[in-house]
């Protein structure tokens, strides 16, 4: 009698065990199958999904470090586009008001400030979208391609030449300027040059001077 309860209460024990086993194989599987199909996915992401991926996280961690938002190509392009535009259309309107003549002139201030953003909006802030502004621009000139794609890669390489050479100016003031500084220099070192020989020529009088009171 004894035996037969101590051998029931094994079959229970290893019954249990069994159980424990097979719930604890079961968690496993789910467990590595879950890793396995994070795996499969990160693994079957396309170039242009992983890309995407990273460009999030770098925006946010920027974001949250510097509190910037870094441009996406778009907003980078469109912004060229309003610039351009805006230069475009100011040289053109400033070179007819300076042939008309007469005493109205062209205003940049007010263009930039005003005028231009009243119709277009902020050079990174406009109101149309670069397609459209880009045509609008080739009804105007025959330097900007009346295709819409190609519109745009002219305008921005139009912006591109002008960044260009507003910088080769800007470098070409700042080395008159040190020319200049340099002149200055030369010409202030050759006065007090002078100015130190006069200084001494007048002592060398003073001290003939007073030689010869001493031997009179």
């Known amino acids: 009698m004894a035996y037969a309860k101590r051998s029931e209460g094994i079959a229970k024990a290893t019954t249990n065990n069994n159980n424990r086993n097979g719930a604890n194989a079961k968690t496993s599987a789910k467990t590595n199958g879950t890793s396995a199909t994070t795996k499969s996915k990160v693994a079957n992401a396309s170039p242009q999904e992983e890309a995407l991926a990273l460009l999030k996280?770098?925006?946010n961690l920027?974001?949250?470090?510097?509190g910037v938002k870094l441009q996406l190509r778009d907003s980078r392009v469109s912004t060229k586009i309003g610039h351009a535009a805006r230069e475009k259309l100011g040289?053109?309107?400033?070179?007819?008001?300076?042939?008309?003549?007469?005493?109205?002139?062209?205003d940049w201030?007010?263009?930039n400030t005003k005028l231009f953003p009243k119709l277009?909006?902020?050079?990174?802030?406009?109101?149309?979208?670069?397609?459209?502004?880009?045509?609008?621009?080739?009804?105007l000139y025959d330097t900007i391609s009346t295709d819409p794609e190609q519109a745009i890669a002219d305008l921005?390489?139009?912006?591109?030449?002008?960044?260009?050479?507003?910088n080769s100016f800007q470098e070409q003031e700042e080395e008159e300027l040190d020319d200049l500084d340099d002149e200055l220099d030369e010409d202030l070192d050759e006065d007090e040059d002078d100015i130190e020989y006069e200084l001494d020529e007048d002592l060398d009088e003073d001290d003939e001077l007073d030689e010869e009171d001493e031997d009179e």
Do not use: T
């Open 57 to 59: 996280e770098l925006r």
């Open 62 to 66: 920027i974001f949250k470090e510097y």
């Open 91 to 106: 040289l053109d309107i400033a070179a007819q008001v300076k042939k008309k003549g007469g005493n109205k002139k062209f």
């Open 109 to 111: 201030q007010k263009w």
């Open 120 to 139: 277009f909006g902020q050079p990174d802030a406009l109101k149309y979208a670069p397609e459209i502004v880009a045509i609008f621009m080739s009804m």
């Open 156 to 166: 921005v390489e139009f912006n591109r030449a002008s960044l260009e050479r507003r």
